[in-house]
Nanobody, 125 residues
Framework: QVQLVESGGGLVQPGGSLRLSCAASGFTLDYYTIGWFRQAPGKEREGVSC????????WYADSVKGRFTFSRDNAGTTVYLQMNSLKPEDTAVYYC??????????????????WGQGTQVTVSS
């Protein structure tokens, strides 16, 4: 059974940092394009970062470029999103998902790939 589990969310002050983790079970992440999405209250789910399975190409949304870093572990079981210089507008539920690039182009991102349950990130003073 394919399962993704996110962790690492929480409450942080503006300018602070958090590292989100996404652990996979039932499959190896190395063979999948995987990424992070987020959804703020009242807003549509948006892509944050995707990494390809083959050449390792990484995409970042303009809003997080230079502040967020996406990485994988060597075992191929966990990916991470290091978030620095956090802003209140980064507040959202963060999800990891496979088939990230396809989901980015879809009207309904959740129609592609497997998704985790999400982890809440709140940036507030």
């Amino acid at each position: 059974q394919v399962q993704l589990v996110e962790s690492g969310g929480g409450l942080v002050q503006p300018g602070g940092s958090l590292r989100l983790s996404c652990a996979a079970s039932g499959f190896t992440l190395d063979y999948y394009t995987i990424g992070w999405f987020r959804q703020a209250p009242g807003k549509e789910r948006e892509g944050v970062s995707c990494i390809s399975s083959s050449e390792g190409t990484t995409w970042y949304a303009d809003s997080v470029k230079g502040r967020f870093t996406f990485s994988r572990d060597n075992a191929g079981t966990t990916v991470y999103l290091q978030m620095n210089s956090l802003k209140p507008e980064d507040t959202a539920v963060y999800y990891c998902a496979t088939d990230c690039f396809a989901a980015l182009l879809a009207d309904t991102p959740t129609s592609f790939g497997s998704w985790g349950q999400g982890t809440q990130v709140t940036v507030s003073s």
